[in-house]
């Protein structure tokens, strides 16, 4: 672990917090109500040339909390059968544990505070996380509570675009349809795409570590 005078370029990158892409997919658009069904994380990593990669992921289907809603439209979207035994699904203190482990691990390693979300319409995914923390009565959750990195708002300054499978495209990032909707394909698109934007802003003269 790095102390606080030796941290890593990567925790001075971003004031301390290591960007980390989280995606879920659901069974709604309510987090209080509706079931989290995939949860997937990618580690944003930084090379010896200052520029970030997609580093470690994790992945976990996740059972259903107790009378939680699905429906079906999201279902159908999505593509999940919630109760499909080969799913291996695990209860959300289960997958959270998961799916955290690596990003504490991370955040120690780098001499990072903590984690900072990324994602695509990242109060979406923040907002079922952190309901599932406190479902769960999940400690130590390493993300921030709040802040986030929404790579819709930086994809439509930088490209033009705010879908997901679009900015991608645009940023030269090739996106597969037939995968996307499944949490560990969008996070690991989102981990591209994010790293893509801040590379790219690093070159044209940006903040550079």
């Not at 990618?42 to 996740?62: H, K, Q, T, W």
């Not at 109760?83 to 482990?101: M, S």
């Not at 999940?138 to 819709?152: A, L």
Request: glycine share 6%; hydrophobic share 40%.
């Amino acid at each position: 672990m790095l102390d606080d005078h030796d941290k890593s370029p990567l925790a001075e990158r971003f004031r301390g917090f290591l960007p980390a892409v989280i995606d879920v997919e659901t069974g709604g658009f309510n987090p209080t109500t509706d079931a989290l069904l995939e949860v997937a994380v990618v580690i944003i990593r930084m090379d010896e040339f200052g520029l970030l990669y997609p580093g470690e992921s994790a992945f976990c289907n996740v059972e259903p909390f107790p009378g939680a809603n699905m429906e079906k439209a999201a279902l159908e979207f999505t593509g999940i059968d919630p109760h499909n035994p080969l799913r291996n699904a695990k209860p959300e203190r289960e997958a959270l544990a998961e799916v955290f482990r690596p990003v504490r691990r991370a955040v120690k390693e780098l001499g990072c505070t903590r984690a900072i979300l990324v994602g695509h319409n990242a109060s979406f995914d923040q907002s079922f996380i952190n309901a599932a923390v406190a479902r769960s009565e999940t400690k130590r959750n390493p993300f921030h509570p709040f802040s986030t990195f929404d790579t819709v708002s930086l994809s439509g300054l930088a490209f033009g675009q705010t879908v997901l499978a679009k900015a991608c495209r645009e940023a030269g990032i090739d996106f597969d349809n037939q995968e996307a909707h499944s949490a560990i394909y969008d996070a690991q698109k989102t981990a591209e795409l994010f790293c893509e934007i801040v590379n790219k802003w690093s070159k044209l003269g940006g903040l550079k570590v």
